[in-house]
């Protein structure tokens, strides 16, 4: 009785082993495929506070300068 425990013990582990190399490669393909996505959205973001001068920003309100900012990072123009 001990032998078939211990194969059904083995069993378990190797399921649970393909599981986590299953899930490791699912999260490396999801890195890989967003985080060009998200290096250009920070790249925009970056490029939009360097653009604003001091002038600007004393002139505008933040609330309504953080919306447009987000409009044209995010397209919803």
């Given at each position: ?33 967003l985080g ?9 973001v970056q ?24 409009d044209r ?5």
């Amino acid at each position: 009785m001990s032998k078939k425990r211990k194969n059904q013990e083995g069993q378990g582990l190797t399921e649970y082993l393909i599981l986590l190399v299953l899930i490791s490669l699912v999260s490396i393909a999801a890195v890989r495929s967003l985080g060009g996505t998200i290096q250009r959205k920070l790249e925009l973001v970056q490029r939009h506070i360097n653009d604003v001068s001091p002038e600007e920003d004393r002139r505008s309100s933040s609330s309504s300068r953080s919306s447009s900012m987000m409009d044209r990072i995010f397209g919803n123009r």
